[in-house]
């Protein structure tokens, strides 16, 4: 039997939703469009080519869905190595390196690119830490299609009922929901008012969340 905890990245690992909204606000400004803050945050969990090929289709954009995609990647990348522009979430560390010495697999999971899921674990000092990561580019639906997190359990040997996802978004909670997996949902204030309910626990910090809190979602 093997557990396995898989991870979203931006808004749970790093708080870094804050950053995504102020690159995609300029990106929305300089194409003349004016998108609401309930729409902006509609999209958080899903990744790139999704959020700009609806983007592109409902405001009749006149630039391809990769160009855009590479716009906001490339402006993103740029504030995120910014120094200390960019936070890890407070206690996460130290709760994925206990998943670790409890024989836990941990699996990376993110929507983001591949080269921003790289950079965050090395900035981070993460990457000893986890046994498989998959990019937002790995994966041909996005969230809240269950793929995603399908391929990372696979990744790992572990069934998808002795997997617990933790996730700030509502694309996400579904997705994890959607795969036969428990869900850990982390309130995350910068993340919008995203409806967590489908989660199995609500927390609103990782001071919250014990090894035995998970094994105790976990039914394997």
Known sequence: MRLCTIFDMDGVIIDSEPLHM?????????????????????FIGVNDESMWS????????QLKVTDLVNLKRMKYMDLLKEDDLVKAIP?????IINLNAHGFFVVLASSSPK????????KFNLE???????????????KPNPEIFLIAAKLVNAKPSCCV???DSYNGVMAAKSAGMKCVGFKNPNSGNQNLQSAD?????????????IEGLLMC
């Open 54 to 61: 609806t983007i592109k289709n409902k405001y009749n954009l």
């Open 22 to 42: 102020v690159c995609e606000k300029g990106i929305f400004k300089s194409l003349g469009i004016d998108i609401t803050e309930d729409e902006h945050h509609s």
């Open 165 to 167: 996802v933790i996730e």
């Open 128 to 142: 000893a830490y986890f046994h498989g990561r998959i990019s937002g580019d790995d994966v041909e639906s996005s």
């Open 115 to 122: 080269a921003q899921i790289d950079y965050v674990l090395r």
């Open 201 to 213: 626990i609500i927390i609103r910090s990782f001071t919250e969340l014990s090894i035995s809190k």
């Open 91 to 95: 206690n996460i560390k130290e709760l």
